[in-house]
């Protein structure tokens, strides 16, 4: 039986980009097509302009429609087809992991969603036919969704070390590349660096939920 994949396994999969590597948010989400997923996420293509080819150009494209996307309380996305996968890719963006907006595009099917940024923790997201399956924010070592330990064991084979409470461990867990290997896991979606600079992303702008305190 082949080695599970490691966090390691994932050293170089943010090459020299330090903005996806220092902001960073991918979703899988499974039996969709990038426009079926767009759709079902109720995006405003952007035009013209898209597809747009590697993340290079997906920042890029972030970067120039940020204000344009901030006024209209959006986030610029973009998805490609890895087999039979869609899979999202948000810059300085944060959708895949608001269950709010992923649970309606997850009935009768997989996703998965992690980030980091330049706030403390680096939340994962396993989606099952409209619920969260196992979910953590903070640390990993609290874990949350209706099966909260189903993946334990494969989280220390993948890198995330012992899991100790926090209050106990001095260390801060880094979980960014573990939560690739840990989504690879889930979905068998093995993203590269080379696959990340070749992908054809089609973009959009996904509306960003309001927050429940504005809420009336």
Do not use: K
Not at 12 to 24: K, R, Y
Not at 168 to 190: I, K, S, Y
Not at 199 to 213: I, K, L, M, N
Request: glycine share 8%.
């Amino acid at each position: 039986m082949p080695e599970p994949i490691t966090a390691a396994d994932y050293a170089d999969i943010f090459g020299a980009d330090d903005d996806l590597l220092e902001s960073h948010c991918v979703t899988y989400v499974q039996g969709t097509s990038p426009a079926g997923l767009l759709h079902e996420l109720r995006a405003r293509r952007t035009v013209p302009g898209t597809p747009v080819t590697g993340v290079s150009a997906l920042r890029e494209l972030t970067q120039e429609t940020y204000e344009q996307a901030e006024s209209a309380g959006t986030q610029l996305v973009g998805v490609t087809a890895v087999g039979d996968w869609a899979v999202m890719i948000e810059y300085n963006g944060l959708l895949g992991t608001d269950p709010e907006v992923v649970l309606p595009a997850t009935r009768g099917r997989t996703a998965v969603s992690h980030m980091a940024n330049v706030a403390p923790g680096e939340p994962f997201y396993w989606y099952e036919d409209g619920s969260v399956r196992m979910s953590y924010d903070e640390d990993p070592y609290l874990r949350g969704g209706e099966h909260p330990d189903e993946l334990l064991d494969v989280m220390r084979q993948v890198g995330f070390g012992p899991l100790a409470d926090p209050d106990e461990d001095d260390r801060e867990p880094t979980c960014a590349l573990a939560n690739f290997a840990l989504a690879h896991h889930v979905t068998g979606v093995r993203l590269t660096r080379r696959l990340l600079e070749t992908a054809e992303f089609t973009c959009g702008f996904v509306a960003q939920p309001v927050p429940s305190w504005l809420r009336v």
